[in-house]
């Protein structure tokens, strides 16, 4: 709490919603319903944007040749539709011939499914501002399920790639959205939840597990995108944030949304006057419907001292966040060994990788649990370069390994980092703002996989450019001011006047 002059004089006390929040009971029944409902769209997610390790995959065709007792020399490199053969008894037909020379276009495309996350992370953030979290997650739910699902039919690569963007455009646009959607029901000490309570790696684990059973890249592609229809059982009865609601006024069904939390926590309701309180104190001295930002608008918050250079440097650790974690990804197709387990090794590491950042986030802070995660990374991935040059030959398992563990703490600390950002700015320009740190992200998410296919050529550049990137990014994330413990902040004018 805090206090404030009114135009009058008067003195208006400023309570916040962490205080109606912890009245409702805090953590409990509500919010772990909310992060099932909020998060578990995350699986069928993350198979959608790794499928391309896969997919892309010139490895599997050296185990479908060997379950059919089939050389490599008989096999023509036409047989390769995106590295997945097509069984006919023992025949195998040319789909669209992605190799040799043609090989960039598999790499191309999942370019294109990344720049569709890129435009999803921006224009979704747009519309969860003006038209609520709980509308723009479901429809973004819908939007990644059905055309993941009809990427399964196209009949050629220009169909598929228009396809996998739209549905990499939800993946990107839900990421930002859930984020957001989740912290606004969750009090200070358990917001660390967001992006370190994750079950992206589930899906990985599970795409490793379907892709090995499913082996065509069509069945591959409907059974994974299916699951995303469950959600929707969910949308009669999971409601719109009230952070959200009280921002845009709409007091009284904001006050329904409390009690429905109170039910399902089995608390008293909230006093009808109180809701009103707060809904004065969020809007005292704002005009929250002029405040919501734009695409255009969302530049403003540039002019606060309080956010600018936080918000271009948390910009440049998403783009360098996604860019290295989408690049050791992507180019797990290129490496020795199994592409199913190694697939399936990162959804492994990728698990306690994401829930580590609670065992440090509220001791250390976000600022310098984040740090050193990015540091321990960066010298994993310098090393990494270096193997990759000298001994990669000699000891091909160690890149791999190298690459699970380099990879391990840029999860580790782009969960820390998803949470910092959502807790770096007010209610009114939180999505947005978020949009924006994610569509740098997703911009180095579309260049992940030309960076692998540059390591095709020129042994380790990948490998070192991300290493560069990494040390850049410690170097300048000194300058974030760090967000643990404080309550979430609803409008610009507001944290101006309660900041101590």
């Not at 069945?219 to 009669?236: D, E, G, S």
Request: charged residues 15%.
């Amino acid at each position: 709490m805090a206090t404030a002059r009114g135009s009058l004089g008067q003195v208006v006390t400023l309570i916040s919603v962490e205080d109606v929040f912890e009245k409702l009971g805090g953590f409990s029944w509500f919010q772990m319903w909310a992060m099932v409902v909020i998060i578990s769209p995350e699986i069928v997610a993350a198979m959608i944007a790794l499928s391309p390790v896969l997919t892309g995959s010139t490895n599997l065709k050296f185990q479908i040749f060997a379950s059919f007792n089939i050389s490599a020399e008989d096999i023509k490199t036409d047989d390769v539709c995106d590295g997945i053969l097509r069984p006919m008894g023992h025949h195998y037909t040319s789909v669209w011939s992605l190799v040799g020379s043609k090989a960039w276009v598999s790499d191309l495309v999942t370019s294109v499914q990344m720049l569709g996350s890129m435009t999803g992370a921006l224009l979704a953030s747009q519309f969860a501002e003006s038209f609520g979290r709980k509308k723009a997650h479901f429809g973004l739910c819908f939007l990644m399920g059905g055309f993941g699902f009809a990427s399964g039919w196209a009949p050629d690569p220009y169909s598929y790639a228009a396809t996998r963007f739209v549905a990499g455009f939800a993946v990107g646009g839900c990421f930002v959205v859930y984020m957001n959607y989740l912290m606004e029901f969750l009090t200070p000490s358990f917001r660390t939840i967001c992006g370190c309570v994750s079950l992206w790696a589930v899906g990985e684990m599970m795409l490793a597990f379907i892709a090995y059973n499913l082996p065509h890249w069509r069945h591959l592609t409907f059974a994974t995108t299916l699951p995303t229809f469950l959600i929707f059982f969910a949308y009669p009865f999971f409601p719109e944030s009230p952070r959200w609601l009280l921002c845009k006024e709409r007091t009284e069904e904001a006050l329904e949304v409390f009690d429905k939390i109170a039910r399902w926590n089995r608390k008293p309701g909230m006093d009808p006057a109180e809701i009103k309180t707060l809904q004065k104190c969020i809007t005292h001295s704002v005009d929250s419907s002029s405040e919501s930002l734009s695409i255009v608008e969302s530049f403003k918050i540039l002019k606060f001292k309080e956010f600018r250079v936080q918000l271009v440097i948390l910009m440049v650790a998403w783009f360098t966040c996604q860019l290295v974690y989408y690049g050791i990804s992507f180019n797990m197709k290129h490496l020795d060994g199994n592409p199913y387990w190694n697939v399936f090794y990162m959804g492994v590491l990728d698990l306690p990788g994401s829930f580590t950042g609670i065992l440090f986030n509220n001791r250390l802070g976000r600022k310098k649990t984040f740090i050193s995660f990015l540091v321990i990374a960066s010298f994993f991935l310098v090393g990494l370069a270096a193997i990759d040059i000298t001994l990669s030959i000699e000891y091909p398992a160690l890149v791999n390994v190298l690459s699970l563990i380099s990879r391990y703490f840029i999860s580790a600390a782009f969960a820390v980092l998803s949470c910092f950002t959502a807790e770096s700015f007010p209610t009114v320009g939180r999505v947005s703002c978020m949009g924006l740190c994610a569509l740098c992200g997703n911009i180095g998410a579309v260049f992940a996989p030309q960076f692998t296919f540059l390591g095709t050529m020129a042994k380790s550049a990948h490998f070192i450019s991300f290493g560069l990137l990494s040390l850049i990014t410690v170097g300048v994330s000194w300058k974030l001011k760090d967000s643990t413990g404080k309550p979430l902040q609803d409008s610009v004018e507001l944290s101006q006047v309660a900041s101590p």
